[in-house]
């Protein structure tokens, strides 16, 4: 009975439940089908068939909201999803990363944040195999990817992946990084040793250690409110190097905040972290996060004072 519940009455539910769950709904809007079609199921569950009787389950029992929460988990993934970003990463911006972590006798690391099954963080090590590797036979690579679904963690480990998440492979990848496996596709061994999965809440913990380049995309900066993406980009923020890179998703911006990112390519969404945060002068009421072409590097003095 509750499946045949109407569109109209699952997004007046999410419009009451999401900011409860410091969620947007504008994030939610286009991807609802899915969420709706769970929380359908859920009160199925829970043999009811209304919307308000749903809504009065979790007013008496606070430990119905995080089943509701697990239910807005969107999934979605696939590999070399965003064709620019990973372009991008391979052309320069890894081997760049390569050279500066050579130079400090260190690895470089990436955390791949809601990794979902692992679609970007085998992404990345592909391409690294593929593209730096040989050139920089000393440096590791250290991915880290967290995700607060444990099924998404069981099927990242997993490795094995159904077409439809490799339609966005580039031309020989498939054959030559892949092992058919039934219906499914397995990633080559040799790519599997540089992926950590770690089940982790973003709103409560980040990996520990500081990472070169972080991948936060379709997660944080769509579906959370502006407080929660402001209190996460202080904590990844935290966990970055100076002048590691922050890219979030296609269609993403980060929220106005006291940190420097300038963004390095509009297209692909990558940003790089400034190392500092930015001291505004008192007359500079424009928005954080953005591009400032006048921004100057951490400790030089302006008559202004600190950039
Ligand atoms: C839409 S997928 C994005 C996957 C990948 N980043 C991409 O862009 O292709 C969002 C992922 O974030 C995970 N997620 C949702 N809430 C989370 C949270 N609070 N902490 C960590 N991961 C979360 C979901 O389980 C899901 O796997």
Redesign the pocket.
Known sequence: MARSMKDADCIAFLQWALPRLDMRWAGFRKVRRQVCRRIARRMTELGLDRYDQYRAILHANPDEWPVLDAAC??????FY?DKNVFDRLGRDILPNLAVRARRDKRPVRCW??????G??AYTLAILWDRAIATAHPTVALEIVA????PH?IERAKNTCYPPGSLKDLPAGWLEEEFTASGYTFCVDPRHRGRVTFLL????EQTPPGRFDLV?????VF??FDASLQNKVLDAITNQLHPDGYLVT?AHERLPPSKHDFGSLDRCAKILQYRGEPKRRACSDHRAGGRADPDALGPGQTTERGYS
């Open positions: 988990r969107v999934t979605i993934s696939r999803r791949s944040a809601g990794c979902a099954s679609e970007e967290t995700d607060t679904d998404m982790q809440d973003i709103r991948l936060c995309r379709n997660l769509t579906y998703g």
